[in-house]
């Protein structure tokens, strides 16, 4: 166990600001969704898993969703393939999807349960194949500019059957997710991770939904963190979308945050995993660091807008 | 619920700091004893119920007890009677055991459960007499300076059923335990709370029991508050014991600490609750506050001498 | 443990003639009530306490509320204040909350689980501050002729939670509640036993709700015996209220018996606490002793109305 | 349900007798094993199961073992067999224990359970050879004198296994037993229902085992009703058996009696079915009707002593 | 344990084929109902327990129901009654109840049982009258051609309460249920088998109730062997009686059919007992032996039709 | 669901045939082995999981170790590393450990995990990475001919902690374990399948260990098939390796089958993957197809010897 040498005042102090939300999560799900990026070297994977073994020992049920992007590029190159995206999902053939299968639940999941084990969590590594979880078909061929496009092993959800992760849940053990699914007969298919994360986020009608990007969250003005919007609600992303303001890796996130908040999860945030203890800071304090989603900005009364993120006027 | 605006910063190192602990106290039980001193007005019960509703929300089972003096004198002078002490024990006569109930049981520990309500615990009121908590006899007189001196009616614990607190503890409620109890044909005795709270503490097998009390911690010169002793075992405390360190009121409060020791708890601490935050300081900091007594120094491991504590040479 | 050398053969034909309402009761909870009267001496809570053990080992669930109005009283004074009561409520300052939490809280709860363990009985005591089990306000001033009266700490309740009392009840204990509750921020306040032990039972459901007095039972004519209306209904109630039959001190019972049944009480009993073993044979026996009070008596069915105190015309 | 209307008084003064036993009988296990001649008219079965029904209801788990002598006698006959008893033990041929089959768990089984249904007992029919109760080898022939007797399908048990009748008494369902038993390969045999009693109470830990005979108890002088032994123990037994004071039919149950209580019953009890409730009069009361047999008297200390049909001197 | 030396080929295709029924049928309630006929010989017997003892073992929750009518024959007339049937039931005098439940309840009831213990099977004899399995009323007397005729002991069923059974099924045990049921008063009264299993059957919405019967199922025409119906549903079966297919003994069979498919039953069975392994034939195999019955074949699925003995047009 | 046309009496006679090993296999552990020819492709990947699928249906808790050698060379070497084995162990350095933990722990891990949902069974995939199951420690350089090797992230077996693979049994759900894990930092570790399969079938105190090898069992003289060991022991397998019977492969499996029974699994059973249907045939059948060792023949009575694969002499 290693202990921290920090300013007494200050734990005091600390424990007291967080006791409140300490009380108001206990027991509630987190679906926490993080990029082949956090986990590009063991610094970036520890200092996510950390955060999440203080919200796991906390008593808050996370369910951690993870994607490859990056390391998939690298595998699909040392292999000779060159990685090839239409409309922001990735063109999987037979030797990509053995690929993707290697690096999502092979590699990446293994190192994030291999340093959940350093932490002190209890892991357990599932994708969407476990236990019938997630339930996908084969996408159909799609028309690009006038061309049929065959996405080969993508595929799409057709459902969520949650039995497998609250059974880990229930026993205590912290499901670790790769988003690579399967169809009926066994056929693997490759889903986005954020579309994963947000199907399981609506079907355990979880608490909150993180997604942990690149960007310090939602930007007004591309590129511009001082545009940050720190607090919206569906009709608010929709305004971003139609002014133009979501940039391309944006747009899919845009669908997976309203598929999560229409599936029932009560809030989703946007934060940037670079910004040092963002899911703690997110969770424990007023003001957060990235964006908060929430369904009708409207229907909050004062005290609901108050304990996450919510930037006084 | 009330949020605390603290730099955001602090209360992330903090969790970290604070986190190790929270996973090794989780679900373990602590004994904590507060003097009467401590409820004489609302500001100090809140500042004492505030640190345990921490303690209690992250999932540590506290058992409060408490006792009374400063408000029983009070309360027998305003019947006329003038409050009488032997050996450190109060006389205990026909009214006077009345006027005990009234405050422990009934003003005292009432204020307490209000207070706990504020402070969003579900808390349960019990005292010795409660399904048979303490089983006591009526104390038999004793000799003192040729005098035979009749306590009246206090007594001695015969033995302790804890299955009334257990039984609390487990449908999540926390017990605020007067030490006022009875003998089996139900006539009410006075007891020391500190003997009472080291009885229970010992038959519920505590992790803790922590001693809140006007002084510092032991000292080894009274009224010395530099001669604190941070740390020590059954050994060191008959050394000072012996070497005349202890003031009166701290020799029954030896005694208890002894008892409770040998009865299986795995820590004792002497606080002062005029410190601020100094229970949460002694839990969940490496330094602590006061003075923290184990069974034998020399039968620890390094690292279990670390968590808490433990002075550097 | 005490026997009883009785005659063999009644008592066979005893068990002959309880076994109906044994089978009957098994698990069904009765809320008994009982004003400070019953408990001015030993020899009363006993009396009361040692029929009560009986109802609770044969498997009923009983909840006991007491009061302690005459033992305030006498405790004001003491402390110099003169008792005063508008529309049969205390007026309530603030040294007479302290002493109605001294009194109710204290010595009158703390001498009732005595006498419990006496009996056997494993019991745990409550108030309606003990874990949220009953939320009340501060009464607002009322116009007593012209005249503003502030009652002081006087509550009204708000809600009942009571998930204490059902856990005590699970865990085999018995619930002795004093009436004395809080509002949400933990100042105590003073509220009519009658109305918090009707209050409870509606919010338990209870089978019965048994009132014990210092009357027969409900009287057609003020002080004589003869005119004990042995059976009656809520209409029969406001009947005897409109023709004037009800003394004062039964104005506000007949309130709580009309809001218990209202809320979901079966029966509601009224019976002397004088009358040896009343409560026995008010529950025992087809006759009973005192008055029986049903929602509606033409809504019974003649076996409904048969089983307890039902007269024969 | 029928009620009976008896004096109040005295079913208060009953209730309170019966107390102390109600709470010490509680979930104990009582064997009851009831001869054929109980079950000889509807009369008699009522009288004993209206009994038994009581001590249902109070949360006595009832066990009921019955026989069925002389309806098998009259079976036999009225098939043309002629009993034939050896040493108490009734010679069994091949249409014999088809007989017994079907007098004892065909007609006098249903008849208790047709009456159990009547008393508002939800019983269960079991026999020896339902799921492995008993288990049983067939007898080998004996000499008597000069001659082999073979016994037929008569059975010595081997083992009990009552994880059968505990599954019963879990699901809060009264087993009413015949003692007919078969072998493993499903050899249905016919054994001694005192003898099955006594393993069954032995196996079960019984806190009672009560022998229902024509007699009023164990006498010291046959036919002397006056010379009743109240109480005994296992060497007064051996003394009586010496001294030739116990009859044919009682030799039998008297080697029940000892290996019920070397087995592990508390007490065993003879008590006369004649006599009227002399059930509930063993169980309830301190004279008790019949006799008492414990392991050794001078182990009990004087409470233990005290509780059931313990003559003074 | 005796195993059973056959080809060890076959076996695995043979567990590849009953794989899907195995999955199927898991926990699965199956009410199995056997005439007499079934058990007039120990072979009979055991053919038919070995077959359940296979089911039972798969974890299918089967309940076995028996009939008796040949030996209710035979003992009638051992006793010199005449058994007389009318419109199928037959008519029951005070003697012939008597012998009604020694048969049934006694000697078959019991020979299951034993047969039971030797294939392995915990199982339970119940009846009608154990724990209110069956409530009953006397049949009032009807008018055959101009006559009255009092059918005597025999019962119409009022309602079924299968908590008894239940309990039994979770307690790992197999009920095997005679008929013979009884009154409130606890009369017993004889009624019919097939009408029981059907209405028990539907109380516990069983999967399948199986008849196990002379003849191979259903014929269109009598004696015909050829012109077996292998599937049908409730019209069909109407159909099938308009046109005077069904003989005598079938009549009151095509009643408990309706019954037991109105009540919720899913399918049932009509097999003959003399076909080897026919339970397991009609359970296991596609082609069945005998009659399936449905509610409505219309509306069926393909793949519901599939699994049993489904003919191909 | 695939039903399969097969002849129904044969399979009836196979359901007789296979009952008692049903009954007597009904909620025992087998820990089945298979090395990573069986998953070289779907073919061959499916006949395994059919058979693996009747037992999990049949109520076996059935966990699968996998190892994945054959994919593991082509992977090196498309990643241009040459595949070096020293004494049976794969020298693995940092690069290959990557790859390692992708062939087993993503490959062929899911391609199980894909063909178990196809065949219906809830399956979890799990290494011995996830929530502490396998504590591993780098294996230290060992000497080779003088020179010094260094395995790199290989390692040896410290303790092994089955909760998360219980946790999963008793939810139901099928274990599908890969055999890569991990030192408590989270270094991860290639360790040999058979040795992580016979620690873990210890661990969990298996009834069977079986291993799916290319060759029909353990031979007497290489490449003799009909010099098949049908039946021995732990002495005899300690005879077999010093007379030079095993070959190089077999040695290591000499040691984990060793030390499976040694630590308490009751059989290990080593067959071939290639023989059809060999993992039912080993399980149902009296003749078995390879080899079974126990640990000590002579302590087997002959009915323990009877079940599996035990050649008559």
Do not use: W
């Not at 108001?24 to 987190?30: A, D, P, R, T, V």
């Not at 990026?37 to 808050?60: K, N, P, S, W, Y």
């Not at 049929?148 to 799409?156: A, K, P």
């Not at 053990?173 to 579309?195: C, E, K, R, W, Y």
């Amino acid at each position: 166990m290693v202990t921290h040498r920090i300013d007494q005042t200050a734990v005091i102090a600390a424990l007291r600001g967080a006791s409140p939300y300490i009380r108001l999560y206990k027991g509630k799900i987190f679906v926490i969704k993080a990029g082949g990026a956090v986990f590009r070297d063991l610094a970036g994977t520890r200092a996510l898993i950390e955060q999440i073994a203080i919200l796991h020992h906390l008593g808050i049920r996370v369910v951690l969703v993870h994607g490859g992007g990056p390391q998939l590029d690298e595998m699909q190159r040392s292999l000779g393939i060159e990685p090839q995206m239409v409309r922001g999902r990735r063109v999987t053939d037979d030797r990509s999807i053995d690929a993707t299968t290697m690096v999502l639940n092979g590699l990446i999941n293994t190192r994030i349960l291999a340093t959940c084990r350093e932490a002190g969590i209890d892991a357990v590594g599932l994708s969407g194949v476990d236990a019938g979880l997630v339930r996908a078909i084969r996408r159909p061929p799609v028309h690009v500019e006038g061309e049929s496009v065959d996405y080969g092993y993508v595929g799409d959800i057709v459902s969520i059957d949650t039995t497998v992760v609250r059974k880990q849940l229930d026993a205590g053990l912290m499901p670790v997710i790769s988003p690579v699914s399967s169809d009926d007969t066994g056929v693997v298919l490759n889903i986005n991770a954020d579309t994963v994360a947000a199907a399981i986020g609506a079907a355990l009608g979880a608490e909150k939904l993180i997604l942990c990007t690149g960007a310090p969250g939602i930007l007004e003005r591309r590129d511009d963190p001082r545009s940050l919007v720190s607090f919206t609600d569906l009709a608010g992303l929709k305004r971003l979308e139609k002014s133009g303001s979501l940039e391309d890796g944006m747009l899919p996130k845009a669908s997976a945050i309203e598929a999560a908040i229409r599936g029932g999860v009560r809030r989703v945030h946007v934060i940037s995993f670079n910004a040092r203890d963002s899911v703690l800071a997110e969770v424990f304090t007023n003001e957060g660091t990235g964006t908060m989603i929430v369904a009708d900005v409207k229907a909050l009364t004062p005290a609901e807008q108050h304990p996450e993120g919510v930037p006084k006027p």
